[in-house]
């Protein structure tokens, strides 16, 4: 099956820092591409992995399951921590319970979170209907491209597949119960005006994590999708930030790359 225009993984061989970046559910790499390109362009390694069952067509997401999501996160964590000194995890929606997860399971092989608009518990009281639902509806309506800016388009999907969207409401279970175990700093970023995710993911979030370095900053300009919004530019310099914050390297490092 084709892969959507602009849906390919993305990675770029830099300097001793690494960045993994982890797409939302339905959604793709495209929605992490200008993102992953201005850290690139900074002197970072960044890695942008197409997770299973996305960036093609709806149908076939509906047999992963989200620990698939899980072990291609993680194999591509695995990879740039191989050849980087320290690795970060900046992750969008549904990305962000990934990348939750994979900071209880990995702990200091990860030395900080960035997690825009989090999606880590359900926002829909028919998610208890899921169970059986899924067995006699194949997909609801999508919820791709919530953005405010005029002309940004994400490529998504336009349906969402139930067994997929079953196997999420699970991966929200399990990233509940880890969160009291993850330690690391986090800069979570939100928008007030989500017409996917509610503020309570990220009060959630901010609730349960053992996160002692904790910042929060809200996205007024910008809907759900925010990578590719208003407050984009925020998201990439305030993640830049925190990175040269808690890894020297990437400070040292950036002098080499002009531009």
């Known amino acids: 099956m084709p892969l959507l225009p602009g849906a390919e993984p993305y990675r770029h061989d830099g300097g001793p820092v690494g960045v993994l970046l982890v797409h939302g559910f339905t959604g793709s790499p495209q929605s992490m591409r200008p993102w992953a390109e201005h850290l690139a362009a900074a002197g970072l390694s960044v890695s942008a ?14 047999p992963t399951r989200w620990e ?3 072990a291609t996160a993680d ?20 990305g962000s319970s990934l990348a939750l997860k994979l900071a209880e399971r990995h702990g200091d092989r990860i030395s900080g979170l960035v997690l ?27 919820v791709a491209g919530d953005i405010a800016l005029p002309g940004a388009v994400e490529v998504g999907y336009d349906r969402v597949p139930l067994h997929a969207a079953w196997s999420l409401a699970r991966l929200w279970k399990s990233v509940q119960a880890g969160m009291p175990a993850v330690t690391q700093p986090v800069l979570l970023l939100h928008s007030p005006q989500d017409h996917v995710v509610s503020p309570s993911n990220s009060a959630m979030v901010l609730a349960r994590i053992s996160s002692t370095d904790v910042t929060e900053l809200l996205l007024d300009r910008s809907f759900h999708v925010a990578t590719l919004d208003h407050d984009a530019g925020l998201i990439f310099e305030a993640s830049l930030d925190f ?17």
């Open 243 to 259: 990175v040269r914050r808690l890894a020297p390297a990437a400070a040292v490092d950036a002098g080499n790359h002009s531009g």
């Open 116 to 142: 825009v608009n989090p999606s880590v518990r359900s926002d829909n009281p028919a998610t208890v209907l899921l169970p059986v639902l899924r067995h006699l509806v194949p997909s609801l309506p999508g």
């Open 75 to 94: 194999a591509a964590l695995a990879e740039l921590a191989d050849r980087c000194e320290q690795v970060f995890v900046c992750a969008l929606s549904m």
């Open 49 to 62: 992995p197409l997770l299973p069952g996305h960036g093609t067509r709806w149908q076939d997401l509906q």
């Open 68 to 70: 698939d999501w899980y």
